[in-house]
T-cell receptor, first 114, second 113 residues
Framework: AQTVTQSQPEMSVQEAETVTLSCTYD???????LFWYKQPPSRQMILVIRQEAYKQQNATENRFSVNFQKAAKSFSLKISDSQLGDAAMYFC???????????FGKGTMLLVSP | KAGVTQTPRYLIKTRGQQVTLSCSPI?????VSWYQQTPGQGLQFLFE???????NKGNFPGRFSGRQFSNSRSEMNVSTLELGDSALYLC????????????FGPGTRLTVT
């Protein structure tokens, strides 16, 4: 079974600064998907970014980018130019090929201060 | 296009009762998954339905069940509620095919007293 570990329960960043959230995972599969989801206080889970394991290029979505290290089984999220609206719980998630089921980490609460 | 909707948004039940939660997926999405979110256990997969068939099931007791209708709407049922069932229950829908991500609803907050 796959496991996802987020070792930072909480992170703080100031507006306009950059922050990196860590995620490691364990799997014996060679191909899979990785995701970062954001859950603001309103609770609606929103997809931030996705990475397909067979792609070596790191995914980027505007201010959000990932550092995918397949050999190290590491998948960190970098948020550049942080904004107050980025404050939320961030979840790292794993999905096997051919399945819809997501395996989530425990989450990292991101606090953004003015 | 309307997002995933879940009803009710909040629910208070007593131990021993049963509860039914509803999820309407995004139009055209045929896969519906359910997750339980608690502070202690985090997000845990309950089950997934596709074309009215349960395709995958998480490690939950038989008190937790679900179904999917021909219009892809899904319900989950919890019988004989326990205090530990208090949680946020999230529903997610997706298009078929492995490249499609899941879109989540706002959740139903269940409190068992």
């Amino acid at each position: 079974a796959q496991t996802v570990t987020q070792s930072q329960p909480e992170m703080s960043v100031q507006e306009a600064e950059t922050v990196t959230l860590s995620c490691t995972y364990d799997t014996s599969e060679s191909d899979y998907y990785l995701f970062w989801y954001k859950q603001p206080p309103s609770r609606q889970m929103i997809l931030v970014i996705r990475q397909e394991a067979y792609k070596q290029q790191n995914a980027t979505e505007n201010r959000f980018s990932v550092n995918f290290q397949k050999a190290a089984k590491s998948f960190s999220l970098k948020i550049s130019d942080s904004q107050l609206g980025d404050a939320a719980m961030y979840f790292c998630a794993y999905r096997s090929i051919g399945y819809s089921t997501l395996t989530f980490g425990k989450g990292t609460m991101l606090l953004v201060s003015p | 296009k309307a997002g995933v909707t879940q009803t009710p948004r909040y629910l208070i039940k007593t131990r021993g009762q049963q509860v039914t939660l509803s999820c309407s997926p995004i139009s055209g999405h045929r896969s519906v998954s359910w997750y339980q979110q608690t502070p202690g256990q985090g997000l845990q997969f309950l089950f997934e339905y596709f074309s009215e068939t349960q395709r995958n099931k998480g490690n939950f007791p038989g008190r937790f069940s679900g179904r999917q209708f021909s219009n892809s709407r899904s319900e989950m049922n919890v019988s004989t509620l326990e205090l530990g069932d208090s949680a946020l229950y999230l529903c997610a829908s997706s298009l078929t095919g492995q490249r499609y991500e899941q879109y989540f609803g706002p959740g139903t907050r269940l409190t068992v007293t």
